[in-house]
């Protein structure tokens, strides 16, 4: 309720100008509440770093249909956190390029379509942005001419010498008139004020208002001022401490709004009203100092981080290996950062740039090293090719001795020379061992004598079939899996059959080796394991033996590199999924599902490695 006691008026005003308070005094409400709109600016950056570009757009088309002022910051936090997912997807595309043998100087990036959506939901929202604070100023300018009117209407009111009635009516409904208009342009905040409060006080000193009246406001003032009182009281247990700050500056403006009370009461009704104020804002404070702590304890951690990816010593890094243990290190890095707070506002842009930079430099340096490798894999690629010539030279050769004694010396040169680029690694050894097998195959054929052996061995190797399939299905586990493994190692023992039969009667022992193991239940790794070493003992059979050990170790080593790096690759893309994100679990899980499934057959692999070196030894 606005005062209508003139006398007492400027005492309380006086006062109210004296203590400068935040709530007192306009100007200060709007500096005050600054910070909590950064913690809430934050807060929706979070919320929106957690969508994908699908998601940003269409949040984004909601908001643009929106009223503006609800959506101004979330609309800048969507667009920031869309172009930080385009920034990304730039990165591995050229990522991408260049591992495919492309120049970073020749990639450019491929065009978004969803960017143009991007922007052109932008330009609306902008369209809609300028027009509503086009409004917002003229809404602004009106309030501030209806509010001068009124001023002068009050400066009236003094001057005029009409019936006290008449004049009071009058008064009350310019207060009313006063608080219901709203918004003015805020270079004109103050200077409204004065002179709103200067012709007030004017008003009660000339009008000499009768006792009854003034004791009735008087009354009625202080119910209200004294149940705000207690309200601020209770707003002080407010467990959402911004919240209770905003309700706070409201009742301000509600004790502003409100006329004074009864002289002797004035001082001891403020001093409690500030003692409540006071243990709010208080509270506000110290909350924004422990954020503000916090933001430089992550501050200092992400600048620890930084320095350690910048103190990496890359002369030291000179093997595969040691680029493998570094890369863990560096994404272990890459781990921490992500699960650190912000920074500082002012530092937040810098320290990321810097972090970035580190680590691109990191990567940088990395490429650099696989370069050379691949220049090195390129020789590696001339001297296989060589031999691959001088095997398809040697291939037609009938004086089976002497070539075979050269053929082998090429596999053993073959195993001296190190990797090739996996784009080329299959064909080129193909390449060789195609001439190598063409020659020891024509070889074969040519021993006629061996024939009514192989006749015999393929007898044996039926018998051989049939027992296994009889194996009685009452037997004991153990004794079964026993019983298997002594049929597979006598299969071993036997020799080779004719040429024609050899794949019909392996697929025939293995489909009936196969029944047995899924009938006791045999682990696939331990199956895959037994028929791995069964092969091993037809491939060390002949003259032409160890020429295959040494082919199929080498392409087993080839298959183990290309699951080591296919590995690397998950694990280092594991590092960048978020479970929290939209559809990040889900795939999450399949990406851990692949990567256990890489281990194990990594795990196998290098077991079979180890079965051939037993042979080759």
């Given at each position: 309720?606005?005062?209508t006691?003139?006398?007492?008026?400027p005492?309380?005003?006086g006062?109210?100008?004296?203590?400068?308070t935040t709530?007192?005094?306009?100007?200060?409400?709007?500096i005050a509440a600054a910070e909590?709109?950064?913690?809430?600016e934050?807060a929706?950056t979070?919320?929106?770093s957690?969508l994908?570009?699908?998601e940003i757009?269409?949040?984004l088309?909601t908001l643009?249909?929106t009223?503006?002022?609800s959506?101004?910051?979330?609309?800048?936090?969507?667009?920031?956190?869309y172009?930080?997912?385009?920034r990304?997807e730039?990165?591995e595309?050229k990522k991408?390029?260049v591992?495919?043998g492309?120049?970073?100087?020749?990639?450019v990036?491929?065009?978004?379509?969803?960017?143009?959506?991007?922007?052109?939901?932008?330009a609306s929202?902008k369209?809609?942005?300028a027009?509503?604070?086009?409004?917002?100023e003229?809404v602004?300018a009106a309030n501030?001419a209806l509010?001068?009117?009124l001023?002068?209407?009050?400066k009236?009111?003094?001057?005029?010498q009409?019936d006290?009635n008449k004049?009071?009516?009058?008064?009350k409904?310019?207060?009313?008139?006063w608080?219901?208009?709203?918004a003015?342009p805020?270079e004109h905040?103050?200077?409204l004020?004065?002179s709103?409060?200067?012709?007030c006080?004017k008003?009660y000193?000339?009008?000499?208002?009768?006792?009854?009246?003034?004791?009735?406001?008087?009354?009625?003032?202080?119910?209200?001022?004294?149940?705000?009182?207690e309200?601020?009281?209770?707003l002080?247990?407010e467990?959402?401490?911004?919240?209770?700050f905003h309700?706070?500056q409201k009742?301000?403006q509600?004790?502003?709004e409100i006329?004074?009370v009864?002289?002797?009461?004035r001082?001891?009704?403020w001093?409690?009203?500030?003692?409540a104020?006071?243990v709010?804002?208080?509270?506000?404070?110290?909350?924004?100092?422990?954020?503000?702590?916090?933001?430089q304890?992550?501050l200092?951690?992400?600048?620890?981080?930084?320095e350690?990816?910048e103190?990496?010593?890359?002369?030291?890094?000179?093997t595969?290996?040691?680029?493998?243990?570094?890369n863990?290190v560096v994404i272990?890095?890459?781990?921490?950062w992500?699960?650190i707070?912000?920074?500082p506002?002012?530092?937040?842009?810098?320290?990321?740039?810097r972090?970035?930079a580190a680590?691109?430099?990191?990567f940088e340096?990395?490429s650099?090293f696989?370069?050379?490798i691949?220049?090195?894999?390129?020789k590696?690629l001339?001297?296989?090719?060589?031999?691959?010539?001088?095997?398809?030279?040697?291939?037609?050769s009938?004086?089976?001795?002497d070539?075979?004694?050269k053929m082998i010396?090429?596999?053993?040169e073959?195993?001296t020379?190190?990797?090739?680029?996996?784009?080329?690694?299959?064909a080129?050894?193909?390449?060789?061992?195609?001439?190598?097998?063409y020659f020891?195959?024509?070889?074969?054929?040519?021993?006629?004598?061996?024939r009514s052996v192989e006749?015999?061995?393929?007898?044996?190797k039926k018998?051989l079939?049939?027992?296994?399939r009889n194996?009685d299905e009452n037997?004991e586990?153990?004794?079964a899996?026993?019983?298997?493994?002594?049929?597979m190692a006598e299969?071993?023992?036997?020799?080779?059959?004719?040429?024609k039969?050899k794949d019909k009667?392996y697929?025939e022992?293995h489909?009936?080796?196969?029944?047995?193991?899924d009938?006791l239940?045999v682990?696939?790794?331990?199956?895959?394991?037994?028929s791995?070493?069964?092969?091993?003992s037809?491939?060390?059979?002949?003259?032409?033996?160890k020429?295959?050990?040494?082919?199929?170790?080498d392409?087993l080593?080839?298959t183990?590199?290309r699951m080591k790096?296919?590995?690397?690759?998950?694990?280092?893309n594991?590092?960048?999924?978020?479970v929290?994100?939209?559809g990040?679990?889900?795939?999450?899980k399949?990406?851990?599902r692949?990567?256990e499934?890489?281990?194990?057959?990594m795990?196998?692999?290098?077991q079979k490695?180890?079965a051939?070196d037993?042979n080759?030894?």
């Open positions: 309720m606005m005062d006691q003139g006398t007492n008026l005492e309380e005003t006062k109210l100008e004296e203590t400068k709530a007192e005094m306009p100007e200060t409400n709007v909590p709109g950064e913690a809430t934050a929706t979070i919320a929106a957690k994908t570009k699908d757009l269409a949040k088309a643009v249909e009223p503006v002022e959506s101004r910051g979330e609309v800048e936090a969507l667009k920031q956190a172009y930080k997912i385009r990304n730039v990165e595309q991408e390029f591992a495919n492309g120049e970073e100087a020749d990639f990036a491929p065009q978004d379509e969803s960017e143009n959506q991007l922007k052109e939901l932008l929202y369209e809609k942005k027009i509503l604070l086009a409004e917002e003229r602004k501030y509010k001068l009117q001023i002068d209407q009050l009236a009111l003094c001057e005029s009409d006290f004049l009071y009516n009058a008064f409904e310019i207060q009313q008139k608080k219901e208009i709203k003015v805020q905040v103050n200077e004020w004065k709103y409060q200067m012709y006080e008003f000193d000339i009008i000499k208002i009768n006792n009854q009246f003034r004791d009735y406001d008087f009354k009625k003032n202080l119910e209200l001022k004294t149940a705000l009182c309200t601020v009281e209770k002080g247990n467990p959402d401490v911004i919240s209770a309700q706070l009742l301000h509600q004790w502003r006329g004074p009864a002289k002797e009461l001082e001891d009704l001093a409690r009203f500030k003692a104020s006071t709010i804002n208080k509270r506000h404070q110290e909350h924004f100092e422990k954020l503000k702590a916090k933001e304890e992550n200092e951690a992400k600048t620890a981080i930084c350690k990816i103190a990496i010593d890359f002369s030291s890094l000179k595969f290996k040691d680029w493998d243990e570094m863990k272990g890095l890459q781990e921490q992500k699960k707070g912000f920074a506002k002012k530092h937040n842009v810098k320290i990321f740039e972090f970035r680590c691109d430099a990191y340096k990395k650099e696989y370069k050379t691949k220049s090195e894999m390129e590696n001339e001297a296989k090719r060589a031999l691959c010539e001088q095997a398809e030279a040697l291939k037609d009938t004086d089976w001795k070539t075979t004694d010396a090429l596999q053993k073959w195993k020379i190190g990797p090739v680029a996996r784009k080329h690694s299959d080129v050894w193909k390449r060789f061992i195609s001439a190598c097998d020891f195959e024509q070889k074969n054929k040519n021993v006629v004598s061996q006749q015999a061995n393929l007898a044996a018998e079939i049939a027992q296994i194996i037997m586990h153990d004794e899996l026993a019983a298997l493994k002594g049929y299969w071993n023992k036997i020799g080779f059959v004719p040429f039969e009667i697929k022992y489909e009936a080796v196969d029944q047995l193991f009938r239940n682990d696939q790794n331990d199956r895959k394991m037994q791995f070493r069964n092969n091993l037809e491939m060390t059979s002949g003259e032409r033996g020429g295959r050990l040494f082919g199929e170790r392409k080593m080839r183990y590199e790096s296919e590995l690397q690759t998950y694990e280092n594991i590092g960048f999924l978020s929290s994100s939209k990040g679990g889900g795939l999450l399949e990406m851990e692949k990567i499934k890489l281990k194990e057959d795990a196998l692999t290098i490695i180890e051939i037993e080759l030894e």
